[in-house]
């Protein structure tokens, strides 16, 4: 019913940049709340970084805070994750998900719908 995809993955050394996009599905994306949350290897899934259908509540896990900003545009039914400074513990997949209830919350059993993800690796 929602389909999320991301792009913008790929090779980075550390201190570089790289944004990440996820185009959703649908006309009701605005009501959607949006997160993304990222794997390693032997790793549980965690969470990153969520916005508020409205765009007025963010929260960032407190490894990414500061460098690390999300995005979203309601028009073009799009969210973004802008990482900045980023480190080799930032290697991962990451994942973007869409919190049908609109709050953002931080626990990944709050998103319904996720996307096939994109990796994320840099090197030292």
């Known amino acids: 019913q929602v389909q999320l995809v991301e792009s913008g993955g790929g090779l980075v050394q550390a201190g570089g940049s790289l944004r990440l996009s996820c185009a959703a599905s649908?006309?009701?994306?605005?009501?959607?709340?949006m997160g993304w949350f990222r794997q390693a290897p032997g790793k549980e899934r965690e969470f990153v970084a969520s916005i508020s259908w409205s765009g007025g509540r963010i929260y960032y896990a407190d490894s990414v805070k500061g460098r690390f900003t999300i995005s979203r545009d309601n028009v073009r039914n799009t969210v973004y994750l802008r990482m900045n400074s980023l480190e080799p513990e930032d290697t991962a997949i990451y994942y973007c998900?869409?919190?049908?209830?609109?709050?953002?919350?931080?626990?990944?059993?709050?998103?319904?719908?996720w996307g096939q993800g994109t990796q994320v690796t840099v090197s030292s």
């Open positions: 649908g006309r009701t994306f605005s009501t959607y709340a």
């Open positions: 998900a869409a919190d049908i209830t609109g709050f953002g919350a931080t626990s990944r059993y709050a998103y319904s719908y």
